[in-house]
């Protein structure tokens, strides 16, 4: 029937009329419907999808248990009527897999076939996959028989294969002998025992484009073959179905991104919960990361900001909760990736296929590489490793990660400065400390220890490497270092006003503490043994003045303001002072700010 030309007395038919005309003439109804309204029904896809509260508290769809009619009451059926109570089978279910197993079963009653796949285009571009999670399906099956993990998913590429064909071509492929079709991969009946014979795969399109394929494997009964009112019940069918997977895909990829806004929400709230620690702000990154994007592994990097080179100073890596870091200046894998990404401050995808060699030497068979921002300026990379469902990231996985890199720029630079406030605050601490502590000399120390008089390095034994300073007291040392200045010729080759060396002595002396061991006397019994070097092994001749002078002033100064601790006691107490020696030791900058 041709319902361009439909005779005028249907419009002055009531609808009673109308409604019992279009019961009698299914066929018409799905040509007409399907042409007119096709495209209507998925652009309001959007009104099946449930709204706010729903939507959270739906996270995944349960299959609704099948309403049509029983095999025996479809039999008694003719062809229209029974593709007409196929397609209410299928109208209102939104999951793609309760979805896609009712079609197939439907299929198989519908053409009288032994087997059906369903195969749906996963990815973007010319390059794309065709997934079956869903494949040789029989009559009277269930879902959780039927349906594949990941693992067991049947993929082939664009163009492969015959499904491959159809969807690369759109065309309908109709086979009386697999085994005369060279594009039939007869190792699959070798694997699994089954003989193809016949086999009808058609696409399932959508707007003009195919979104998967469909197929039915081996006619029942004779002649054992698909024929050409099959094709063309198959294809009607189909049509029908492509609403419903669209429909049904629409209302997973709302779940998806709800899902996926739900994580960067509750990433953010982690972040910025705890910004005290760069470990755990990491660890907690990646962590959340490869739950977003559901990839293997995550491995963040960290510029080194004081390099003109691309140099990274830490590196953290790891998968299923084991984390570790990695310091000092270190090459990641795929570094040229990685420096590219740097450069160009712009993400980086990579597969097998493009670099092979460098990927597999990592074990890594995709990757995708985002820089991590803080504000106009890159301080790190993030990489993400192998895709769980073994697919390329897509455009969608890197518009999420660009997001989720944001939030982990924000949360780096915050834990970033709350470093560099510690250690000022550290800095001030251990200042304040010592000013508390020390002081420098008085003037009466001062005039005292000018006026005394000064014994020679003979007299006090000074050039012995026996020499013992436990019958001197404090000053008599002090008097013994203006004997060590005076011996070596320093006072007049350097022009040193005498008065300013008593009072740099006395305040070298006042900033020892009175520990155990690294106290003022240790430093005295150094300095003389570097003297007795010097002038018993006639370095004079060797070593400059300003290289004399200078070991003699580090040898009094080695060890100012010593708390008699290691630094391992010093971490356990917990104490200011051992902050500053993650950026240089006290005892030095103590003794410059001193000697200047």
Request: hydrophobic share 40%; with cysteine; aromatic share 8%.
């Given at each position: ?18 409604t019992?005309?279009?019961?009698s ?58 593709i ?10 939104l ?17 009288n076939?032994?087997?059906s ?15 079956s ?23 082939i590429r ?19 002998d697999a ?25 399932i ?35 029908f179905?492509a ?63 004081n ?32 420096k ?53 990231f ?37 200042a ?18 000018q ?21 001197l ?73 300003v290289?004399?002078?200078?070991m ?35 005892s ?9």
């Amino acid at each position: 029937l041709n319902y361009n030309n439909l005779p005028d007395y249907l419009e002055v038919m009531d609808e009673a009329k109308v409604t019992e005309w279009l019961d009698s003439h299914p066929h018409f109804c799905m040509q007409y419907f399907t042409k007119k309204y096709g495209s209507f029904f998925l652009q309001d896809a959007d009104h099946l999808v449930p709204r706010d509260n729903e939507l959270h508290r739906r996270r995944s769809v349960p299959a609704k248990r099948s309403s049509r009619k029983a095999l025996q009451e479809l039999k008694k059926l003719d062809r229209h009527e029974l593709i007409m109570e196929l397609v209410r089978d299928v109208a209102d279910d939104l999951g793609v897999n309760s979805l896609s197993h009712k079609i197939l079963v439907n299929v198989n009653i519908l053409l009288n076939a032994d087997r059906s796949s369903l195969f749906l285009r996963e990815g973007e571009g010319e390059n794309y996959n065709l997934v079956s999670r869903l494949f040789d399906v029989r009559e009277g099956s269930t879902v959780a028989e039927s349906l594949h993990d990941e693992g067991d998913a049947i993929r082939i590429r664009n163009g492969v294969g015959i499904v491959g064909y159809v969807a690369q071509t759109g065309e309908i492929v109709n086979i009386r002998d697999a085994y005369q079709d060279n594009r039939f991969n007869k190792e699959v009946d070798k694997m699994t025992g089954y003989l193809t014979r016949s086999i009808l795969c058609v696409p399932i399109m959508s707007d003009g484009q195919v979104i998967g394929v469909a197929q039915v494997i081996n006619k029942s009964g004779k002649p054992g073959v698909f024929t050409a009112a099959d094709v063309e019940t198959f294809s009607t069918y189909m049509t029908f179905c492509a609403i419903g997977l669209s429909n049904a895909k629409v209302y997973e990829k709302s779940l998806m991104e709800s899902e996926r806004g739900r994580l960067l929400l509750n990433l953010a709230k982690k972040l910025f919960e705890d910004q005290t620690s760069l470990d755990r702000m990491v660890i907690k990154i990646m962590t959340q990361a490869t739950e977003l994007v559901k990839c293997e592994r995550c491995t963040v990097l960290l510029l080194d900001t004081n390099s003109k080179d691309v140099m990274f100073t830490n590196k953290f890596e790891g998968e299923g909760g084991n984390y570790r870091r990695i310091s000092d200046h270190i090459e990641p894998a795929c570094f040229e990736t990685v420096k590219k990404v740097v450069l160009t401050g712009k993400p980086c995808r990579l597969q097998v296929d493009d670099n092979e060699q460098v990927l597999e030497k990592d074990n890594i068979k995709t990757l995708l590489c985002m820089p991590i921002y803080n504000g106009d300026d890159i301080i790190g990379v993030a990489k993400l490793i192998n895709k769980l469902n073994g697919l390329p990231f897509d455009d969608r996985d890197a518009q999420h990660f660009e997001v989720f890199a944001v939030f982990c720029g924000l949360g780096i630079h915050n834990v970033l400065n709350y470093e560099q406030k510690c250690k000022a605050l550290a800095h001030y601490s251990v200042a304040l400390e010592q000013m508390s502590y020390h002081a420098t000399a008085t003037h009466e120390e001062t005039e005292q220890l000018q006026m005394a008089v000064v014994p020679t390095a003979i007299e006090l034994d000074l050039q012995s490497f026996q020499f013992d300073d436990a019958a001197l007291s404090d000053n008599q040392t002090l008097l013994a270092c203006l004997s060590m200045f005076k011996e070596l010729n320093l006072i007049q080759t350097f022009k040193i006003d005498v008065k300013v060396l008593c009072s740099w002595l006395n305040t070298v002396k006042r900033n020892y503490r009175a520990v155990m061991y690294h106290n003022w006397r240790h430093a005295f019994n150094v300095a003389q043994t570097m003297f007795a070097i010097i002038t018993t092994g006639c370095l004079g001749n060797v070593l400059s003045p300003v290289e004399i002078l200078s070991m003699l002033v580090a040898c009094l100064c080695h060890d100012i303001d010593h708390r008699g601790t290691n630094n391992a006691f010093q971490a356990m107490c917990v104490i200011y002072h051992i902050a500053l020696h993650r950026i240089g030791r006290p005892s030095l900058q103590a003794a410059i700010q001193i000697v200047t």
